[in-house]
């Protein structure tokens, strides 16, 4: 089964037990954290729930002709995460997205219609 590597981007103080406990399920307890976690219905339920809080790691590959993006599953961590116009990233080419939708706008925004994804297929967008 594929794996996620999943960051709490933003700290707890004041959130709704339910997205607290959201979170704790997904075995992070402070800002910065990060855990790489099986895909599964369980995990992207509980990042759906506190899609706010919560972002996985993508790596965007924009020199070809069509941007490649790859889930990042490096073990290095990234302590430095900037919020560049409402996108977390670390300014290197890993982008933290926690829905699908919020990946393909980015992309549109930079004037892409499709991209290639981490399963090697062209989707459209």
Do not use: C
């Amino acid at each position: 089964m594929a794996k996620l590597k999943v960051k709490l981007l933003r700290g707890l103080a004041g959130e709704s037990e339910r997205h607290i406990q959201a979170v704790r399920a997904l075995g992070l307890k402070k800002r910065g954290q990060e855990r790489i976690l099986e895909e599964n219905p369980l995990v992207w339920g509980n990042i759906r729930k506190a899609f706010h809080l919560v972002g996985v790691a993508y790596k965007i590959d924009f020199s070809g002709e069509i941007p490649v993006v790859e889930r990042d599953l490096s073990e290095e961590l990234d302590y430095t995460i900037i919020n560049k116009d409402g996108i977390y990233t670390n300014g290197k080419g890993i982008y933290y997205f926690s829905r699908i939708t919020d990946l393909e706008d980015f992309l549109r925004k930079r004037g892409y219609t499709k991209y290639k994804n981490w399963e090697g297929e062209i989707v459209e967008i």
